[in-house]
Structures are given as C-alpha cells and as structure tokens.
C-alpha cells in the first residue's frame, strides 16, 4: 500500500526503484546502482482488541549518518534474545531536500496519498473529498472526563509493564569481570535463576540462585546488592 502511494506522489522524482523485499521492508534502487537500500521501518503490536502499527520513512533525514550507531545496542554481544532477531541493513534517503519548508510538503503528500490508498482499500471508493481523515490528538483527548477509552490506552503504554513487562525471554553472560562470569535468564522483564561463577583456572568456586521475589530488571540500581 505504502510502495503503490509513493508512486503516486506528485511533483517528486525520486530516481528510484521502490519495492516490498521478501522480509517486507520497503527498499529502493536509485537509478544506476546495484544495491537497495531500505527506507522504511516498522513494528506492529497485538493485543486484546487492538492492533498497534508504528511505521517510519526516511524521505530526507540529514541524520542517515547516525540511525546505525543510535540503533546499535553495547549490550548485543552480551544477550540471547528468544524474540526475532533484527537483521541489519543498509539504508537510504527516498530524497534530498535542503529546505524545511520543502519537506514538509513532501511529508504531507505522501501521507495524503497513503490515506488514498487505505480509503481504496477499505473504504470501498471513498476519496479523501469525502470525509475529513486528518485526526488530532490532543492532551485533553487523553483526560478521563473527555475520553475514557483514549485515556486508558494512553495510561497502559505509560506504565512499565508495558515498557517492560512484555520484554521477550533472553539470556545474559557477562564474561569475564574481576575473574568471575555472570549468567542469568530473564522472561517478561524479571530477572529468573543468575548464576556467578568463577574460572577454573582461579579456582573460583561458583553458586546459582533465584530471586525469592520478582526483580524487575528495569527497578535494578545496585548489581552488587542483587548479587551478594
């Protein structure tokens, strides 16, 4: 739907070949290149009666140079996550505009196109004509006295068993610290059984324990006190 609406963007040459790839991200091929470069990511949420969808696109950020170091986590080496595993990939501007001005306009025309595409798809030949399909959320939208439901959403992602409490199963090592190697497992944002143990060549002797009560990771400001 995204890769047919920017298609239909008026006035911009993107210079570019635009395509769904086989793990669903959109990609582009700028003219006379080989490689494609991806543009777009998203992350979707399922929960009960509800379906959350957040999507970016990269149209002309002055900060391509950044997005790898600020995504690139210093704790990878140390986790083994039960969850899906994000592959790396090169990425790219759909465009380069200088102006802000400029970039704004093209920000709206693709977001009016894409709203056409979803009214073609779902709405059975609506156009954009038809209805008013920009919506406003404001602070008091999210008051309990003006709307209950938004209020209770907005309260729910706020919370940290939402933050955190959903986190997937992973397993951490942390190597070798001060001659000893920790280990614990995590499920749901709560740490499970740790184990310190110490190497062999040191003869260190080693213990596994579990927590006699919920210890959510998030909450931890004192390793040493978790761990002695």
């Known amino acids: 739907m995204v890769v047919r609406a920017l298609k239909k963007v008026k006035g911009y040459n993107f210079a570019a070949s635009i395509k769904v790839n086989e793990r669903h991200d959109i ?121 209950s439901t938004i209020a209770s959403g907005v309260s729910e992602i706020m919370t940290n068993e939402w933050r955190f409490g959903q986190t997937p199963r992973f397993d951490f090592h942390s190597g070798e610290i001060d001659g000893l190697q920790v280990f614990f497992h995590a499920n749901r944002g709560a740490m499970g059984t740790i184990k310190v143990a110490g190497y062999a060549s040191q003869n260190a002797s080693s213990f596994e324990a579990k927590p006699n009560r919920r210890t959510d990771l998030n909450t931890v400001r004192d390793w040493e006190a978790v761990l002695t």
């Open 27 to 147: 990609v582009m091929q700028k003219h006379g290149q080989e490689e494609w470069l991806k543009v777009s990511g998203s992350a979707f949420k399922l929960t009960k009666g509800r379906a959350l969808h957040h999507g970016t696109l990269l149209c002309s950020s002055p900060h391509l140079h950044l997005i790898s170091a600020l995504l690139r986590s210093p704790g990878r080496h140390y986790i083994q996550a039960k969850g899906v595993e994000s592959v790396r990939s090169k990425v790219g501007n759909l465009t380069t505009i200088k102006s802000q001005v400029e970039t704004e306009r093209l920000r709206t025309a693709i977001i009016d196109r894409v709203v056409e595409e979803f009214l073609d798809l779902y709405e059975q030949g609506e156009t954009t004509a038809d209805k008013d399909f920009h919506a406003d959320v404001s602070d008091d939208d999210c008051r309990e006295e003006n709307n």
